[in-house]
């Protein structure tokens, strides 16, 4: 394939297309909310990922020039010529455009259940900073250059499009010489998974979750993410809203007493986390069996 993708993402020149395309109620699990290629200066350039709104999505960006700076949790990163960064909004990081600097990029910006998983599970595993091979940034430009046509408009095409950016990146990261590690790691989680899953009334806390594991909570967390794409606390949190959402339309009971079987002793705040998650109250969602949102807004529902 050689260059030639890359050439052509160059001849086209900058461009940003947002990409809200009409979705029916069984949502896409990966889905792209924007693409482009950029070269972007100086101070206007600065994005922080805890500044971003609730909806929780990921960015893909590819440097082909400049550098880019990324403060993630404790560390720093130079993003420089033939590196890429993923990152996953709502977190502690930051990344921008040092004064009298420019970043040259291309990027895919994703949201989704499996999205988020996969994209959780990659950084935890080799961090938001890599290298990736020639015919992986190849593949990905192409995807870039694909999305940011004005005349795909079928969700299925956008999602089969973000999805194989996806697994490019899961291919060169995580591919076989990871297999072994990762199987390993998920065996070690599958005990805690099944205890969480029966025990959703009761405290998780992730201490008590990391000694049922016999390991430090510093190295579980880690262990869990790698293993299962997001924190133990996150993945109780969407567990707990999945046995919520079983529970309203299924069957008569009370919000209060479900907020109790999901693990809220306080019926409000089920009731704030629960708005969160889905969109809508807990009232709503056993009226309807959806979710509604505004038009154009995307919102991560576990299922």
Same mark, same amino acid.
């Given at each position: 394939?050689?260059?030639?993708?890359?050439?052509?993402?160059?001849?086209?020149?900058?461009?940003?297309?947002?990409?809200?395309?009409?979705?029916?109620?069984?949502?896409?699990?990966?889905?792209?909310?924007?693409?482009?290629?950029?070269?972007?200066?100086?101070?206007?350039?600065?994005?922080?990922?805890?500044?971003?709104?609730?909806?929780?999505?990921?960015?893909?960006?590819?440097?082909?020039?400049?550098?880019?700076?990324?403060?993630?949790?404790?560390?720093?990163?130079?993003?420089?010529?033939?590196?890429?960064?993923?990152?996953?909004?709502?977190?502690?990081?930051?990344?921008?455009?040092?004064?009298?600097?420019?970043?040259?990029?291309?990027?895919?910006?994703?949201?989704?259940?499996?999205?988020?998983?996969?994209?959780?599970?990659?950084?935890?595993?080799?961090?938001?900073?890599?290298?990736?091979?020639?015919?992986?940034? %190849? !593949?990905?430009?192409?995807?870039?250059?694909? $999305?940011?046509?004005?005349? /795909?408009?079928?969700?299925?095409? #956008?999602?089969? =499009?973000?999805?194989?950016?996806?697994?490019?990146?899961?291919?060169?990261?995580?591919?076989?010489?990871?297999?072994?590690?990762?199987?390993?790691?998920?065996?070690?989680?599958?005990?805690?998974?099944?205890?969480?899953?029966?025990?959703?009334?009761?405290?998780?806390?992730?201490?008590?979750?990391?000694?049922?594991?016999?390991?430090?909570?510093?190295?579980?967390?880690?262990?869990?993410?790698?293993?299962?794409?997001?924190?133990?606390?996150?993945?109780?949190?969407? %567990? !707990?809203?999945?046995?919520?959402?079983?529970? $309203?339309?299924?069957?008569? /009971?009370?919000?209060?007493?479900? #907020?109790?079987? =999901?693990?809220?002793?306080?019926?409000?705040?089920?009731?704030?986390?629960?708005?969160?998650?889905?969109?809508?109250?807990?009232?709503?969602?056993?009226?309807?069996?959806?979710?509604?949102?505004?038009?154009?807004?995307?919102?991560?529902?576990?299922?």
């Amino acid at each position: 394939m050689g260059n030639f993708v890359l050439q052509r993402l160059f001849d086209r020149g900058p461009f940003s297309r947002p990409i809200s395309l009409p979705q029916r109620r069984d949502r896409l699990h990966v889905m792209p909310t924007s693409t482009g290629y950029e070269i972007a200066t100086g101070r206007p350039y600065d994005w922080d990922g805890r500044a971003r709104g609730s909806m929780p999505f990921s960015v893909l960006q590819h440097c082909l020039a400049g550098e880019g700076q990324l403060s993630y949790e404790r560390h720093h990163y130079r993003i420089g010529p033939g590196e890429t960064m993923l990152v996953v909004i709502p977190h502690q990081h930051r990344y921008w455009v040092p004064d009298g600097g420019y970043w040259e990029f291309f990027w895919i910006a994703m949201t989704g259940q499996e999205a988020l998983r996969l994209h959780n599970a990659i950084i935890a595993a080799v961090g938001p900073v890599f290298s990736l091979k020639p015919e992986t940034i %190849e !593949r990905l430009a192409q995807c870039t250059l694909d $999305l940011g046509d004005s005349s /795909l408009e079928a969700p299925g095409m #956008a999602s089969a =499009c973000a999805y194989a950016a996806t697994m490019a990146l899961y291919d060169d990261l995580l591919g076989p010489h990871e297999a072994a590690r990762h199987d390993a790691n998920h065996r070690l989680t599958e005990r805690v998974v099944e205890h969480i899953r029966q025990n959703l009334e009761s405290d998780l806390d992730v201490q008590g979750l990391a000694d049922l594991a016999g390991l430090s909570r510093a190295h579980f967390t880690r262990v869990f993410a790698a293993s299962e794409g997001t924190s133990p606390a996150e993945f109780v949190l969407l %567990e !707990r809203m999945r046995r919520a959402a079983r529970l $309203l339309t299924s069957g008569t /009971l009370s919000v209060k007493v479900i #907020a109790n079987r =999901c693990g809220f002793e306080d019926p409000n705040y089920f009731a704030k986390v629960f708005r969160r998650t889905y969109g809508i109250s807990p009232s709503q969602f056993r009226s309807t069996g959806m979710y509604s949102a505004p038009r154009g807004t995307r919102i991560v529902v576990p299922r």
